[in-house]
């Protein structure tokens, strides 16, 4: 028996690809296997931890709750992409000065997620910060360096207020 | 005031010769990690390299009386299905026991489940495929007949004589019993004006690393070698072990851990899984890869906790804790984990419990029991949170017996700070600690007078908050008298070479470990201020058993205080070295020279003789202007382990300001403060994210984390969804205060850092809990985690 296959073309981080990809496989394995962006990370695979958060079509997802092969004729964007486009550099040089990762293994979600909650605009509230982040898990942090981080690249990014 | 902190410090060479010490230096790892450019085990892939997925027992106790593995050999690109049997033909068993714990006893392991199966989610058939997916598939065509057995899953029943012994030839089912009584604690409790007895109750709960746990194993026939791309903590250990069980030399293995994402002691431990996957490499002559998926990380990584502790305490009228008592009951699978055993929580337990007070009369019993769950062991904090809860859990249960305030009673009975030396009721030997400076400046800190007034005041209008304090002792920079004195090769000692190279720039290679903690910007602070240059031309290498020298790695707060001693040390030999190269090129003494912020200066007056780059050049390329007899040596190496004490105990106080809703029992954190003592801080902001993030992770223990299992042994909530662990919207903001009491042990005087917040937070969550519910009278809460069905029931509501 042979796992079913489809044709997909799509663009990920600005470069067109065209795959045959086993119709039953995710978005994020498809990042890290087929094309070897191995930024984007897989940590509970049902959609609960927030490691695998790519971007689809200009908003967020969970890369382990998207097929592939849903994604034909999409833009997806990865960490990889938003880090050579400069887009998150202040959020991730806030994060280096912060500490706001230690083994770094959500942190590609986390930025993204932030990045998705910035480009809303305003400076939120740290309770509104949290609240955004409630579906990313980070077990090293206890998360306050990380909702001090989001805070100050959002003031800053507002004419620095504080 | 969080946005001024998010700049470290400006770096000056007039700090020297202190320059980093002390300071935020930013990780040298960070911007690969933040660029999603890091290489984790899970990224690793090899040309050749198959995959391998595990057919696991759905049975927490069975025979296994047949295994078909025809069809599942047959499908789609699978390579190799290997049974039990089989591959214990290629590896060795192991048995989790150490001498030092008397009588401890266990049954070997094998890779994969030879005969019986011992708990749900033990591998049982290996499956190598050319993916991991069409490895699951075939997994799906093996066919295991099982008989299943009765299970033992009460630790409180599993030595009655009518309950099956799981492993026949070992008699019965207690692991590991410790017994110890000190002082005189029969009078303690006669003297005692009043004596408060309970029950705590830790349920078992789990690492849940972000990322799972994770090999790539590549024996490789050509050269006799096998290359182990590991997510561990313990390089050299796995070396050792892996060469022990496959029949090879240490030098025939390396072990490289790559970026780990994250372990708090589950990655620090031998699984059948990963070694089953180092045999199948071994005998397949090929890279296989393995990563654990969330629901194999559930039934697998060691499980932690899951004691029972009924506990009693003594005291006058007065507030003087007059004697303790603890019977500490554990299960913890069905085999104790190889090698650091599965009886060093409950022997912390006994070691730890009382330690912070000075009433000397203890009587302790701590028993280990099998069972078929999942395998339970050391896990961040290992005992500490435990023995910290009981500890004071019972001295606020004192406190309130007796009216007195539970800060006062702690004032009391808490060792003086100019006390020491001293030791705990157990016997445990303590240096220098802080507890009275530790509590007057959290005292100050949560402004503790007004927070009482604030709760007063809300009472009255039904609102129902509590504070709760956890005063904690922690284990650090451990000797030999951890695991060497037990017989494991588990070194205490670590090393560190440094090289100046051909530009005038330092290669740092250390035997401890990088999972996130920061120890390679902690390393690289060491040396770059001991041997004198800009932090950025210090390079940190780790984590590779071929490149590194013999260390134990990052557990047990181990990594700032042992390796950064010996980087330290090591920084001050290469100096030397370099100084006498440089005295005969300059023709002046070398002790009239100094190295300054990468450059070799007169030291009396700080001015220029000579960069590193252009003595460099002269060492490596013009030796021969050299005078006779002149030989550079730009390489240094230093070893360093803790002599004079056993272990460097750190200490400090947490508090807990929460708000409990007595109609839904839910449990809202508003604020959470922690003042510790690490002796010197090499780099204040990771030792303070390293408190936060221990202190998060002990929330999750008294509050959310179970790892819930039936009478019949099926674990019902393994997965993220039904496990809760913390995430950002429920945490509170922590303040953390440092007193700094420097260990004597070392010339950088550092203790470690890692644990303290998980060993505190528990019992200061729990104790402002029943603050919070003791005007409403319920019963005090000891059984976590503290759920809101259990807060209601304490209320009488459900």
Known sequence: MTAPTCEIRLTVNGEPVSCTVEARKNLVDFLREDLALTGSHVGCEHGVCGACTVRLDGAIVRGCLVLAAQCDGARVETIEGLSDSGEIADLQAAFERRNALQCGYCTPGMLLTAQELLRNGGVPSRAQIREYLSGNYCRCTGYQAIVDAIEAVAQARNGGAR | ?798
């Open chain 2, 1 to 798: 005031m969080r946005i001024a902190e998010d700049t470290p410090p400006t770096l000056t060479a007039l700090d020297r010769p202190n320059s980093y010490i002390g300071r935020s230096v930013p990780r040298p790892n960070l911007a690969r990690l933040s660029q999603g450019r890091a290489q984790f085990v899970s990224d690793v892939t090899l040309p050749r390299m198959a995959h391998v997925a595990f057919v696991r027992s759905p049975y927490a106790h069975a025979e296994i009386k047949r295994i078909d593995v025809d069809k599942a050999k047959t499908a789609p690109g699978v390579i190799a299905v290997v049974t039990g049997p089989e591959l214990a033909k290629v590896m060795t068993p192991w048995v989790g026991v150490l001498t030092h714990l008397k009588g401890i006893k266990s049954a070997p392991q094998y890779p994969l489940a030879v005969g019986r199966a011992r708990w749900q989610g033990e591998a049982v058939v290996a499956v190598v495929a050319r993916t991991r997916a069409l490895a699951e598939d075939a997994c799906e065509l093996v066919e295991v007949e099982y008989a299943e057995l009765e299970p033992v899953t009460d630790a409180e029943t599993a030595l009655d004589p009518k309950t099956p012994v799981i492993h026949p030839e070992l008699g019965d089912n207690l692991t590991f019993e410790r017994v110890h009584t000190a002082g005189d604690p029969d009078k303690g409790f006669r003297d005692a004006d009043e004596i408060v007895e309970t029950t705590f109750v830790f349920g078992r709960h789990t690492g849940v690393c972000n990322e799972p746990r994770t090999i790539v194993a590549d024996w490789n026939p050509s050269e006799q070698r096998l290359t182990a791309y590991h997510a561990t903590q313990a390089p050299h250990m796995m070396q050792n072990l892996f060469a022990k069980h496959l029949g090879l030399q240490e030098h025939q293995v390396r072990v490289v851990t790559k970026d780990v994402g994250g372990s708090f002691g589950i990655k620090v431990h031998t699984y059948a899984d990963e070694m089953a996957t180092v045999a199948l490499s071994k005998l397949l002559n090929r890279p296989i890869k393995f990563v654990a998926d969330r629901i194999e990380s559930f039934v697998t990584d060691i499980h932690a906790r899951d004691h029972r502790v009924k506990a009693r305490i003594g005291v006058k009228r007065d507030g003087t804790i007059t004697a303790w008592e603890i019977d500490d009951l554990t299960g913890i699978g069905p085999y104790s984990v190889y090698p650091r055993t599965s009886g060093i929580e409950a022997n912390q337990i006994v070691n730890l419990t009382g330690g912070p007070y000075t009433c000397p009369n203890y009587k302790a019993r701590a028993r280990v029991v099998f069972q078929n769950k999942n395998v339970m062991c050391q896990y961040r904090a290992v005992g500490h949170p435990i023995a910290t809860a009981v500890t004071e859990g019972l001295v606020e249960l004192a406190a309130a017996k007796i009216g007195m305030d539970p800060l006062q009673i702690r004032r009391r009975n808490l060792i003086p700070d100019d006390a020491h030396p001293s030791q705990g009721p157990s016997g445990i030997k303590f240096e220098a600690l802080s507890h009275h400076a530790s509590l007057a400046k959290l005292e100050a800190m949560m402004d503790y007078a007004a927070l009482r007034a604030e709760q007063e005041r809300l009472r009255q209008q039904g609102i129902y908050r509590g504070i709760g304090f956890a005063s904690f002792i922690e284990v650090t920079n451990p000797s030999a008298a951890f695991y060497g004195v037990g017989g494991a090769r588990i070194s205490s000692q670590d090393g560190a070479t440094v090289r100046l190279d051909a530009t005038g720039a330092i290669f740092c290679h250390t035997g401890v470990s990088e999972q996130g903690q920061g120890a390679e910007a902690v390393i690289a602070q060491c040396v770059a201020t001991s041997f004198g240059v800009p932090i950025e031309r210090v390079r940190v290498i780790m984590g590779d058993t071929d490149n590194t020298p013999y260390g134990g790695g990052t557990w047990a707060s181990r990594a700032a205080g042992i390796g950064g001693e010996a980087a330290w040390q090591a920084g001050k030999a290469l100096r030397q070295n370099v100084l006498a190269v440089a005295g005969s090129i300059l023709q002046a003494k070398p002790e009239t020279l100094d190295i300054r912020n990468g450059v070799v200066v007169d030291a009396a007056n700080g001015a220029e003789r000579l960069t590193l780059e252009e003595l460099a050049r002269i060492a490596y390329f013009r030796p021969d202007t050299l005078p006779a007899g002149v030989q550079a040596e730009l390489v240094a190496t230093r070893h360093y382990v803790p002599r004079a004490w056993a272990f460097a105990f750190t200490n400090g106080i947490q508090a807990s300001y929460l708000e409990v809703d007595v109609e839904s029992g839910f449990v809202k954190l508003l604020k959470h403060w922690c003042v510790e003592d690490c002796g010197t801080i090499i780099n204040p902001q990771l030792v303070d994210e390293q408190i936060r993030g221990g202190i998060v992770q002990g929330i999750g223990a008294a509050l959310l984390e179970h790892c819930v299992y039936d009478e019949r042994g099926q674990l019902l909530n393994g997965n993220m969804a039904d496990y809760l662990v913390p995430m950002a919207m429920e945490m509170p903001d922590i303040e953390v205060g440092h007193v700094v009491t420097p260990t004597a042990d070392s010339e950088l005087g550092a203790k470690g850092a890692g644990e303290a917040g998980t060993a505190g937070a528990p019992g200061a969550v729990m104790n402002a809990i029943n603050d919070a519910l003791r005007p409403l009278g319920a019963k005090p809460l000891t059984d976590m985690p503290f759920t809101p069905d259990k807060i209601l029931r304490a209320l009488g509501k459900l």
